[in-house]
């Protein structure tokens, strides 16, 4: 499978976004692959459960995307190994892993309709990182925003955190995916998937896939925090009435969204960047009830709205649209015994293609 040659240097994302964006995102299929046969891989950090903005911007998309006749060609992947670049507790950690696997699986990612893996018990992905390793330099990754950010943090810096690039891509490359759902702030690191996957294929025999990222919904991906609509909904929030749960309470959901900041402005309207907190409630509004901001905006002006009913619709929304999904994750994680079998199944298939790619890697490298 050819890939075309990319020539990379170093970017600055919030200088150029449009031309990284675009040179990133694009792509073609591989000319020995129908486009019908495009693989999708995505890693999550087992960071327990999902919140808002993970939902909205990702999750719940992926599930409705799913096929079970092209279930070995959509990955999504729990990240344990990414995790353990920064301290972890061994007992909260196992628990995070099962609490993502139930958040998953109840959002929409049915393990009989895709490939739900956990990533260290695919020992391919170690291997293929320390090969793809051998191909990097040092000064391209010192110079990527996330780390310089992660780095400037830490009184020493752990070389997991120097290298989570390099076994990003192995976790692409290893399944030869072509599509990689990723946020914004992860584009560089596809960058340095594109580049290893071309490296390799010109130091060895054109074999990878350019993988292509894919961006989330330009609206969606940008749920704001409920307390400081400046900054994105994090579950890293000092204050936790920010963060919205994908399986908080009714009582907590009306808490959360009654003390959210919004703005002295009397009337509502849609307008992100003067008034980000309102705007906020209206695209998590307009995303749970399947319409576009500006038709929210239009209803609640010819109906005379005012902020504190609307308050009560978005709630009304949120515990309608999150309850199943609250229900579903409460009974899969009473049923922990259920989780393991489904990363066992998502483990046998994506070691049924880890390692085959890997035979062929080493074959092509000259180890046997």
């Known amino acids: 499978m050819f890939s075309p040659r990319v020539v990379l240097r170093k ?3 919030k200088r150029e976004p449009l031309r990284l ?4 995102c694009s792509g073609k299929p591989s000319t020995t692959e129908d486009a019908s046969n495009l693989r999708t891989f995505s890693g999550i950090q087992p960071t327990g459960t999902l919140h808002l ?13 799913l096929n079970q006749e092209n279930r070995l060609n959509q990955l999504y992947c729990i990240v344990d190994l990414h995790a353990i670049t920064l301290p972890q507790d061994p007992v909260k950690l196992r628990t995070s892993i099962l609490e993502m696997t139930a ?3 109840a959002c929409g990612l049915d393990p009989e309709k895709c490939v739900l893996f956990q990533q260290s018990m695919v020992k391919e992905h170690a291997e293929l990182g320390w090969i793809l390793g051998t191909l990097c330099t040092m000064p391209r990754l010192a ?5 310089k950010e992660k780095s400037e943090r830490l009184k020493e810096v752990p070389l997991g955190l120097y290298i989570y690039p390099i076994l990003q891509s192995a976790d692409i490359l290893l399944y030869k995916a072509t599509n990689v759902p990723v946020g914004e702030d992860n584009l560089q690191n596809i960058q340095i998937a594109q580049h290893l996957c071309n490296k390799f294929n010109q130091t060895y025999k054109p074999y990878f896939p350019r993988p292509k990222a894919i961006l989330p919904d330009n609206n969606n991906a940008r749920v ?6 400046e900054k994105k909904m994090s579950k890293s929030d000092l204050d936790q009435k920010s963060c919205i749960y994908i399986n908080d309470s009714p009582d907590l959901l009306r808490e959360k969204v009654k003390k959210s900041v919004t703005d002295t ?3 509502i309207r ?14 998590i509004f307009s995303s749970l009830t399947n319409q576009t901001p500006e038709e929210v905006e239009q209803h609640i002006i010819s109906n005379g709205i005012n902020k504190v009913v609307f308050k009560d619709m978005v709630t009304e929304a949120l515990v309608e649209h999150l309850g199943p999904i609250r229900s579903e994750m409460d009974r899969l994680l009473a049923e922990p015994g259920y989780l393991d079998e489904a990363l066992e199944h998502g483990r046998k298939s994506a070691h049924e293609i880890a390692s085959e790619t890997i035979r062929d890697v080493k074959k092509l490298i000259g180890f046997h």
Do not use: C, F, H
């Open 103 to 105: 958040s998953l699986i």
């Open 265 to 267: 402005v009397k009337e």
């Open 143 to 147: 110079q990527l925003t996330q780390y």
């Open 270 to 283: 849609y307008d992100p960047e003067n008034r980000p907190g309102v705007a906020n409630l209206m695209l």
């Open 11 to 13: 970017v600055d994302v």
């Open 224 to 229: 704001r925090s409920l307390r400081n609509p």
């Open 21 to 24: 964006l675009k040179r990133l």
């Open 53 to 65: 903005g993970n939902y909205l911007g990702a999750v719940k998309r992926w599930g409705a995307e």
